[in-house]
């Protein structure tokens, strides 16, 4: 399974929505409801934000949400904040494993 | 609280294997399946491998079939993955993860070196 496709950069102001998306295959993101996203900041182990494309853990802001349409999985982030400033990166299960997606960097301006 | 203690930084030489431990505790340690992820400096998440604790069950990214075994000692809540023939593009941190609700805990990540 080759990486997932994701943007590299995403940025926008405070207060603002953006989304980052995640293309895969229907091997893999489109063949399974099992689509996560990990928050990473700089020297520190990745973070769960969305587990099952859309579920949330326990403690996670209501400002971070996730969906799929197809091959393609999104996270979306609104009401944007300085400390969302971090890489991001999509996983998704393939039968045998999981893939990432290849990270985005979300810049808060 | 469940907690995942990886052992310590490791530097060795073009050639060599190298083993990361990672003692799980908080937790029923054969419940959940343990992911092993690196990530190189500037580069992405990687997914390297899982196993099952109960049953002793493992999976490998097709990158490092034949390279690496992942195992665990469930006296000791204590999960293992042993890399061989390690190269320069194997430097990393290297992190187990357990799998529920997503890559839900993490450790702390264990710096490999490879350098002569």
Redesign the interface.
């Known amino acids: 399974h080759s ?1 997932l496709t994701q943007p590299a950069s995403v940025s926008g102001s405070p207060g603002q929505s953006i989304t980052i998306s995640c293309t895969g295959t229907s091997s893999d993101v489109g063949g399974y409801n099992y689509v ?3 928050q ?1 900041h700089p020297g520190k ?4 934000i ?3 494309v859309t ?1 949330r ?1 326990s403690g996670v802001s209501n400002r971070f949400s996730g969906s799929k349409s197809g091959n393609t999985a999104s996270l979306t982030i609104s009401g944007l904040q300085a400390e969302d400033e971090a890489d991001f ?1 999509c ?1 998704s299960y393939t039968g ?8 985005t960097k979300v810049t808060v301006l | 609280q469940v907690q995942l203690v990886q052992s310590g930084a490791e530097v060795k030489k073009p050639g060599a294997s190298v083993k990361v431990s990672c003692k799980a505790s908080g937790y029923t340690f054969t419940n959940y399946e343990i ?1 092993w ?1 690196r ?1 190189a400096t500037g580069q ?4 390297v ?2 196993m099952n604790p109960n049953s002793g069950n493992t ?3 097709q990158k490092f079939q034949g390279r690496v075994t992942i195992t665990s000692d469930t006296s000791i809540t204590t999960a293992y993955m042993e890399l061989n023939s390690l190269r320069s593009e194997d430097t990393a941190v290297y ?1 187990c ?1 357990r799998n529920y ?4 805990y ?4 264990t710096l490999v070196s490879v350098y002569s």
């Open positions: 990486a996560s996203w990990y990473v182990a990745p973070k769960v969305i587990y099952d579920e853990p990166y996983c045998s494993g999981v893939v990432f997606g290849t990270g | 992911y992820v990530q992405g998440l990687e997914w491998g899982w999976g490998y990214a992190y993860a609700a997503g890559l839900g993490w450790g702390q990540g």
